[in-house]
């Protein structure tokens, strides 16, 4: 079977054969990858436990996919640009044989500093090469990452750091992010108070931002390379990893308030972001595919790192943000180096532009051929900014669906092959099984139709667990619907059998293409000292996408309300994140609820929505004079 999908047709028989016989698709697609061992059986599993377990019996390393396997032909082609913060550094690039060999050599100091296959390293870093280069050298030693994005409080790192039970953090002294500096070393020791399991700490030097380092604990990046060096051999052999060996642990928030820990798998992890970056941007090679994400975030791990390298691309990351120095730095990246690919999110292009065409002037962008979208809904006037003043109307839009559990992109169109539609996701991708169900768990058949998203047959990119606590894994993805992976997510299916996610249908909120669970900032903010209870709610934001809304009951009276509100602001980014701090805080002097003590959180939506005239039904509630005072206190 030619598994090549340059027509709609092809995509269409393809995906036809990809159900009726999923296990030759996807042995198919892992034939087009280098294993040490192939695999004895394709796929066993059930939802029930859940086991899923792919290329069963097979052994890898997923950087030999990565690096080694493209050195013979590839070895000097560009597998990573770097772009800095600061306009006036200059940019980096590696060849594939220069990013092996420092692959190689950090894996040696990894080694040197005791850590070996199946520990836990936390990864707590800025935006520059040695983040990518850690990442890999964890995988090349068979070290389980757990990558916590910059942006993360002190709590919060300790809090996955003791989950995890990591051995190790490597960090950097600081890091650049648009005009701030952030003390990551200084955050980490902040965290590490809390956390026994840590061994070492090993620090990259980047901002030259004075840190404190403990003898025989802390140890810099640069001297261990050094070491590394006078002994002898740079190389560092792939360690052999069993398929469904865990690769790395990435957290994620959910409705509950702690943020758990998924699980993906070697074998299935690479074939599952390799083939979803060769087929959904239609990569050919010589591409430079610019992935604007961080690799704190699930889609920097599959579409900076892991999947472009797979497949040979070239790959650019960027240390910094979209506006800065101005809102042109987008386009002086994709002028500068003539990138072919991009891929972003709609927060990004709402706040570009916000700033009009002016920031536009000037670049020329004549190279992009193929644009992507990711981490939330894409609305239509975006939609068409993106198209017009980036795309020229010559670039397919690719709005791709997908989420942490699911390693990589599951419905999406086909650059240059799916027809599009501005704000759908379109169809699925060959070996991924939708469908909708009602709230009792019926499919719903046909098109037209409109209800919570689900999977019915597992891929190879599928959560395998969450760290620690398997029974977790279950509840949350597959105890909701019999057989199948609830995402969590609204949807809708056209006439055109297109589909269409409509957002979180759990208390999960996306702010910014960011996932945050309103649990988990209800329980930072009545951290407080003065606060009683908090509900926190999303409601629709310009820029966001969604903003944190958050209801609020003090203690005691005769607050100055300016300062509380900055004080709780800085409860959330102390317990959480500066990204977890509401948007509006409302003080309140009670919540509505039903008479059972459950807070009518449709109401607070409603509310914050601005929708205040269609409320539903009130007279369940214990108190309903709480919901006029609430109202009328709205912004
Ligand atoms: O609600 C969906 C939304 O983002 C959620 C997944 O978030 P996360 O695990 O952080 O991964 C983000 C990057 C893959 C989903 O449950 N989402 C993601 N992509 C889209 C989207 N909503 C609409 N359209 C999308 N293209």
């Not at 198919?28 to 066993?44: C, I, R």
């Not at 649990?519 to 930072?524: D, K, L």
């Amino acid at each position: 079977m030619d598994l090549r999908i340059n027509s709609f047709d092809d995509y269409k028989r393809v995906y036809e054969y990809s159900v009726a016989e999923p296990e030759n698709f996807w042995a198919g697609v892992a034939d087009t990858f280098t294993w040490k061992k192939k695999w004895d059986k394709v796929l066993e599993w059930n939802f029930v436990e859940p086991n899923v377990q792919w290329f069963k019996g097979a052994k890898l390393n997923i950087t030999e996919n990565c690096l080694d396997r493209h050195l013979e032909k590839d070895g000097d082609k560009t597998a990573l640009i770097w772009e800095p913060n600061d306009v006036e550094e200059h940019y980096r690039k590696f060849t594939y044989k220069e990013l092996h060999f420092k692959v190689c050599q950090f894996a040696n100091v990894l080694k040197n500093n005791g850590a070996k296959k199946g520990d836990r390293i936390c990864i707590y870093m800025p935006m520059v090469p040695e983040l990518a280069i850690a990442v890999l050298a964890c995988a090349r030693i068979g070290a389980i990452h757990s990558v916590v994005f910059g942006g993360f409080s002190a709590q919060s790192i300790a809090d996955r750091i003791n989950d995890a039970e990591c051995s190790l953090v490597i960090t950097a002294d600081g890091g650049f992010r648009g005009p701030k500096d952030i003390p990551l070393k200084s955050i980490i020791d902040d965290a590490i108070v809390q956390c026994k399991s840590v061994q070492k700490i090993i620090v990259l030097t980047r901002t030259r931002t004075p840190v404190s380092m403990i003898k025989g604990r802390d140890v810099w990046w640069e001297d261990e390379i050094r070491k590394v060096e006078t002994q002898g051999n740079p190389l560092c052999e792939a360690e052999p990893m069993d398929s469904e060996d865990p690769l790395f642990i990435l957290y994620t928030s959910g409705s509950t308030g702690k943020p758990k820990g998924v699980v993906h798998t070697c074998g299935g992890y690479m074939v599952y972001t390799g083939y979803t970056f060769r087929t959904v941007f239609n990569y050919e090679p010589g591409e430079v595919h610019f992935c604007t994400a961080d690799i704190g975030w699930i889609t920097g791990h599959s579409y900076i790192v892991y999947g472009p390298l797979s497949q040979g691309a070239t790959s650019l990351m960027f240390e910094g943000v979209p506006t800065y120095p101005d809102a042109g730095r987008f386009w002086d990246i994709v002028d500068k180096f003539k990138v072919n690919i991009l891929y972003t999110a709609p927060t990004a292009i709402r706040s570009l532009m916000s700033f009009g065409e002016e920031p536009l002037k000037g670049k020329d962008l004549s190279s992009l051929k193929k644009l992507g979208s990711v981490g939330e809904p894409i609305n239509e006037e975006a939609w068409h900014w993106y198209d017009e003043n980036i795309g020229k109307g010559k670039c397919p839009i690719v709005d791709t669906w997908w989420q942490t559990e699911n390693s990589g992109i599951m419905i999406s169109p086909i650059a240059g092959v799916t027809p599009t539609k501005p704000g759908y996701a379109t169809l699925p991708l060959p070996g991924i099984q939708p469908c909708l169900v009602d709230e009792q768990g019926n499919e719903l058949s046909g098109n037209d139709v409109s209800g919570n998203l689900c999977i019915k047959f597992p891929w190879p990119g599928v959560i395998r667990t969450t760290y620690g606590d398997h029974e977790r894994c279950r509840t949350t993805y597959f105890a909701t619907y019999p057989n199948m992976y609830f995402t969590g997510d609204g949807c809708l299916r056209d006439e055109d059998g297109y589909y269409r996610i409509t957002g979180r249908v759990d208390d999960v909120i996306n702010v910014s293409g960011h996932r945050i669970g309103t649990a988990e900032v209800e329980n930072a903010i009545n951290m407080h000292a003065d606060v009683i209870e908090s509900a926190v709610v999303g409601y629709p934001h310009d820029i966001k996408g969604q903003g944190i809304y958050a209801y609020v009951i003090l203690g005691t009276s005769g607050h100055d309300h300016e300062l509380t509100r900055k004080d709780i602001l800085q409860t959330v980014a102390r317990i959480i994140g500066a990204i977890a701090k509401p948007d509006k805080i409302q003080f309140v002097s009670g919540l509505p609820k039903t008479r059972s003590g459950k807070i009518m959180r449709r109401i607070l939506r409603k509310i914050a929505e601005g929708e205040t005239s269609r409320l539903g039904d009130t007279s369940t509630l214990l108190d309903p004079n709480v919901v006029e005072e609430i109202k009328n206190g709205a912004f």
